[in-house]
């Protein structure tokens, strides 16, 4: 999973169920076409309402049961310490999920090791967890500026172009990390982008205005009364060449819901009903016990 260049789009796949997928050149999303009608099923945070996985989300733990179900992708966010260690931690601040306290940016990596997830688990470096998981693949959520450039360098140490897909509510973020990286890991389209996707109706006038700046739309099913993903919304996307990501869904009435509309993947912390949900449906493109 380590190519250093995207393999050029191909023409679409057309599956079973009628849904016609893109190729967007990129190995990391385009997996999900190896197995025809199958979407790509994402454990957020390692699965963190996983009912034996109470308080651990972000964590070795976490992220070993999601493989160990057979997930092959898993999201996490990232933060850097004072002293540049890139971290798999989704809040600013040590105080929700440790003992500790201090935001991360102003500690030094020695000082958050000292803090435990859960009252049991360290909090993992992305290295660390590039190791352990070499089969694996990570949607990376950038959640402060200063991650940018240790992101970038931790792929390039990696040679991981391949095994992640970058994205951050912040337009301005994954725009510096493109430019640092080029065209070579898949990026998510920013707020500004899904924005365009969603209203308005032109196609060229989308195409124009986003190309080049994203690779997948990853996006909430509905935005306060705001239904953001549509039947309409994921065609338009993939007559764009763009795939389709919804999170965070942890109910399967809502997972089948949002499944027969053809998106290409979903995020969940409940990584064992989603398993089930696509298992039942065919649909499943994780490993099988």
Same mark, same amino acid.
């Given at each position: 999973?380590?190519?250093?260049?995207?393999?050029?789009?191909?023409?679409?796949?057309?599956?079973? +169920?009628?849904?016609?997928? #893109?190729?967007?050149? %990129?190995?990391?999303?385009?997996?999900?076409?190896?197995? #025809?009608?199958? @979407?790509?099923?994402?454990? !957020?945070?390692?699965?963190?309402?996983?009912?034996? *996985?109470?308080?651990?989300? /972000?964590?070795?733990?976490? %992220?070993?049961?999601?493989?160990?179900?057979?997930?092959?992708?898993?999201?996490?966010?990232?933060?850097?310490? &004072?002293?540049?260690?890139?971290?798999?931690? $989704?809040?600013?601040?040590?105080?929700? @999920?440790?003992? $500790?306290?201090?935001?991360?940016?102003?500690?030094?990596?020695?000082? @958050?090791?000292?803090?435990?997830?859960?009252?049991?688990?360290?909090?993992?470096?992305?290295?660390?967890?590039?190791?352990? %998981?070499?089969?694996?693949?990570? /949607?990376?959520? *950038?959640?402060?500026?200063?991650? @940018?450039?240790?992101?970038?360098?931790?792929?390039?140490?990696?040679?991981?172009?391949?095994r992640v897909c970058v994205g951050s509510f912040s337009d301005r973020r994954t725009t510096r990390f493109r430019r640092l990286v080029g065209?070579?890991?898949?990026?998510?389209?920013?707020?500004?982008?899904?924005?365009?996707?969603? %209203?308005?109706?032109?196609? &060229?006038?989308?195409?124009?205005?986003?190309?080049?700046?994203?690779?997948? *739309?990853?996006?909430? $099913?509905?935005?306060?009364?705001?239904?953001?993903?549509?039947?309409?919304?994921?065609?338009?996307? !993939?007559?764009?060449?763009?795939?389709? !990501?919804?999170?965070?869904?942890?109910?399967?009435?809502?997972? $089948?819901?949002?499944?027969?509309?053809?998106?290409?993947?979903?995020?969940?912390?409940?990584?064992?009903?989603?398993?089930?949900?696509?298992?039942? +449906?065919?649909?499943?493109?994780?490993?099988?016990?």
């Amino acid at each position: 999973m380590s190519g250093a260049q995207i393999t050029p789009p191909g023409p679409p796949s057309v599956d079973t +169920r009628g849904v016609t997928r #893109p190729r967007t050149g %990129f190995p990391f999303l385009d997996s999900v076409l190896d197995q #025809p009608g199958s @979407v790509l099923a994402f454990a !957020h945070r390692g699965g963190a309402y996983h009912p034996d *996985l109470e308080g651990l989300e /972000n964590t070795l733990t976490a %992220f070993r049961h999601a493989v160990d179900l057979g997930y092959a992708y898993l999201e996490t966010d990232v933060h850097v310490t &004072r002293d540049g260690t890139l971290l798999a931690f $989704h809040d600013a601040a040590l105080d929700r @999920v440790t003992a $500790h306290t201090g935001k991360v940016a102003e500690l030094s990596y020695a000082e @958050v090791a000292e803090a435990v997830v859960g009252e049991r688990e360290k909090v993992p470096t992305m290295d660390s967890l590039l190791e352990e %998981f070499p089969g694996v693949r990570f /949607n990376i959520d *950038l959640k402060s500026d200063a991650a @940018v450039p240790a992101l970038a360098e931790l792929v390039r140490r990696h040679g991981a172009y391949d095994r992640v897909c970058v994205g951050s509510f912040s337009d301005r973020r994954t725009t510096r990390f493109r430019r640092l990286v080029g065209d070579r890991v898949a990026t998510a389209a920013g707020p500004v982008d899904v924005g365009l996707f969603r %209203f308005v109706p032109a196609p &060229r006038v989308v195409d124009a205005l986003t190309r080049g700046r994203g690779a997948a *739309l990853q996006v909430p $099913h509905r935005r306060g009364r705001v239904t953001v993903v549509t039947e309409a919304l994921v065609a338009r996307a !993939h007559a764009l060449g763009r795939h389709v !990501h919804v999170w965070v869904v942890d109910e399967p009435d809502h997972m $089948h819901e949002l499944l027969d509309l053809g998106i290409d993947g979903l995020m969940t912390d409940r990584t064992d009903l989603l398993r089930d949900v696509l298992v039942a +449906r065919g649909q499943w493109s994780g490993a099988t016990r």
